[in-house]
Antibody, heavy 120, light 107 residues
Framework: EVQLVDSGGGLVQPGGSLRLSCAAS????????MNWVRQAPGKGLEWVSF????????YYADSVKGRFTISRDNAKNSLYLQMNSLRAEDTAVYYC?????????????WGQGTLVTVSS | EIVMTQSPDTLSVSPGERATLSCRAS??????LAWYQQKPGQAPRLLIY???TRATGIPARFSGSGSGTEFTLTISSLQSGDFAVYYC?????????FGQGTKVEIK
């Protein structure tokens, strides 16, 4: 059974940093591209970042470019999101999501989400 | 950036009735369109990808159609578990973008 477990969220002050993790199981992690998607309270979904299976291709949303860094450790079946220079508008539930590997990047499995709150 | 616009924002439907949700793209996305369902407090669930292919385990009452800039998600006979928010997503171009969502509520 495919499982994605998100962790690492919490309360952080503006300008601070946080590192999110996603532990994957039930599939060959290195064979799949992965993503982070976020959802601000009461709002819709926003794609944040993409990383290919070998980490050779990485993309970011403009809203986080230069502040967030996506990475993965295939030996540990884990995905990460290093978030620096956090702003109030980064407050959201962050989900890791697997790329379904179809004809493009859509999300066939999701973690349960981890809440990041940026506030003083 | 491709802007995805869903309509209506809220759809009130009685159980057993058909629901038709629309999604419009600001430029052609071909058939690179997915639909998700999200219930309160839960992560989204993939329903449809490539415009009309149901994801694993998705019942046949969910169907997708369209191409280019106009897409539709149809739920043929709404069941109690179908009342939720539905999002479309394009994966033709980066950045990947979602519609703002359509809430399907009980009439």
């Amino acid at each position: 059974e495919v499982q994605l477990v998100d962790s690492g969220g919490g309360l952080v002050q503006p300008g601070g940093s946080l590192r999110l993790s996603c532990a994957a199981s039930g599939f060959t992690f290195s064979s799949y591209s992965m993503n982070w998607v976020r959802q601000a309270p009461g709002k819709g979904l926003e794609w944040v970042s993409f990383i290919s299976g070998t980490s050779s291709t990485i993309y970011y949303a403009d809203s986080v470019k230069g502040r967030f860094t996506i990475s993965r450790d295939n030996a540990k079946n884990s995905l990460y999101l290093q978030m620096n220079s956090l702003r109030a508008e980064d407050t959201a539930v962050y989900y890791c999501a697997r790329d379904g590997g179809n004809s493009g990047v859509n999300f066939d499995y999701w973690g349960q989400g981890t809440l990041v709150t940026v506030s003083s | 950036e491709i802007v995805m616009t869903q309509s209506p924002d809220t759809l009130s439907v009685s159980p057993g009735e058909r629901a038709t949700l629309s999604c419009r793209a600001s430029q052609s996305v071909g058939s690179n369109l997915a639909w998700y369902q999200q219930k309160p407090g839960q992560a989204p669930r993939l329903l449809i990808y490539d415009t009309s292919t149901r994801a694993t385990g998705i019942p046949a009452r969910f169907s997708g159609s369209g191409s280019g800039t106009e897409f539709t998600l149809t739920i043929s006979s709404l069941q109690s578990g179908d009342f939720a928010v539905y999002y479309c997503q394009q994966y033709k171009n980066w950045p990947l973008t979602f519609g703002q969502g359509t809430k399907v509520e009980i009439k």
